[in-house]
């Protein structure tokens, strides 16, 4: 407000000033071109100051709002452990993820060992095995826990199925004894496994399937009523996917 005080002032000198010089010659003169160049410059020099300082208050507002650089910034390293598999039941490990691969080993109950891939699909682990002939094989997890960062390994796909051979007919043992008070006799059976890639086993009796048991199954023992005289056949099979082994025929009879 001051300013525009001391603008008016001015002009009003130099209006002043040339209206008296028109008023000693009678004629109306435009005003010299010395006085034009004065009230310009007087009208500068008014104005400066205060348009430099509104240019430095707007400066010093940029530079209170200004985004600082250079701030500092931290880095999240996330924990790595590593995968690991312990099993909870003695589990086969095989060449794939599924039945339809051979078993390379069984580990038993209790069993560690690191996972360095996942099949999602049927729940299998590749596991580093120091028991298997390729260094790794292929556990089920339905009897498992995992352990670590299990997250962060990779999916594998699988390896071809191969044509599954079937499996070998195991070597039999037997005894047996007779209970005439009871009428029942008892059988106990055991056996050699010949294969490494069976399903299970089935005690037939009669030729009818009387158990199914799991591989690497290697005894059983039958209790039933017998008819003196009449024989009782037995035999040991052992199936996978493609077919099934029997062993030899076992007559008793009491």
Same mark, same amino acid.
């Given at each position: 407000?001051?300013?525009?005080?001391?603008?008016?002032? =001015?002009?009003?000198?130099?209006?002043?000033?040339?209206? =008296?010089?028109?008023?000693?010659?009678?004629?109306?003169?435009? =005003?010299?071109?010395?006085?034009?160049?004065?009230?310009?410059?007087?009208?500068?020099?008014?104005?400066?100051?205060?348009? /430099?300082?509104?240019?430095?208050?707007?400066?010093?507002?940029?530079?209170?709002?200004? @985004?600082?650089?250079?701030?500092? /910034?931290? @880095?999240?390293?996330?924990? &790595?452990?590593?995968?690991?598999?312990?099993?909870? !039941?003695?589990?086969?490990?095989?060449?794939?993820?599924?039945?339809?691969?051979?078993?390379?080993? *069984?580990?038993?109950?209790?069993?560690?060992? !690191?996972?360095?891939?996942?099949?999602?699909?049927?729940? &299998?682990?590749?596991?580093?095995?120091?028991?298997?002939?390729? +260094?790794?094989?292929?556990?089920?997890?339905?009897?498992?826990?995992?352990?670590?960062? &299990?997250?962060?390994?990779?999916?594998?796909?699988?390896?071809?199925?191969?044509?599954?051979?079937?499996?070998?007919?195991? =070597?039999?043992?037997?005894?047996?004894?007779?209970?005439?008070?009871?009428?029942?006799?008892?059988?106990?059976?055991?056996?050699?496994?010949?294969?490494?890639? !069976? *399903? +299970?086993?089935?005690?037939?009796?009669?030729?009818?399937?009387?158990?199914?048991?799991?591989?690497? *199954?290697?005894?059983?023992?039958?209790?039933?009523?017998?008819?003196?005289?009449?024989?009782?056949?037995?035999?040991? !099979?052992?199936?996978?996917? *493609?077919?099934?082994?029997?062993?030899?025929?076992?007559?008793?009879?009491?």
């Amino acid at each position: 407000m001051k300013n525009l005080k001391n603008i008016f002032f =001015a002009l009003t000198v130099l209006l002043a000033s040339s209206l =008296a010089c028109n008023l000693q010659t009678g004629t109306p003169q435009p =005003a010299a071109p010395e006085i034009q160049t004065a009230a310009a410059l007087t009208v500068r020099a008014i104005l400066t100051p205060s348009i /430099t300082a509104t240019v430095q208050q707007q400066a010093i507002v940029a530079n209170n709002t200004a @985004t600082p650089t250079g701030a500092p /910034t931290g @880095t999240i390293t996330p924990t &790595y452990s590593v995968p690991m598999l312990t099993l909870r !039941e003695q589990t086969n490990c095989r060449e794939g993820p599924g039945q339809s691969y051979e078993v390379l080993f *069984t580990y038993l109950k209790g069993a560690q060992l !690191e996972i360095v891939g996942h099949y999602p699909q049927e729940n &299998y682990w590749l596991v580093k095995s120091n028991d298997s002939p390729t +260094g790794t094989c292929w556990l089920w997890g339905e009897y498992a826990d995992v352990t670590g960062s &299990y997250w962060v390994v990779s999916s594998v796909t699988p390896p071809p199925t191969a044509t599954l051979q079937p499996p070998t007919a195991p =070597a039999v043992k037997w005894e047996f004894s007779c209970d005439y008070a009871a009428g029942q006799m008892q059988v106990a059976f055991t056996w050699t496994d010949n294969a490494s890639n !069976e *399903t +299970g086993f089935r005690v037939i009796r009669n030729d009818q399937a009387i158990v199914e048991l799991p591989s690497d *199954t290697t005894a059983y023992n039958d209790i039933f009523a017998f008819v003196t005289g009449k024989k009782v056949l037995y035999q040991i !099979e052992v199936y996978n996917s *493609t077919g099934s082994m029997r062993s030899n025929v076992i007559s008793v009879s009491c």
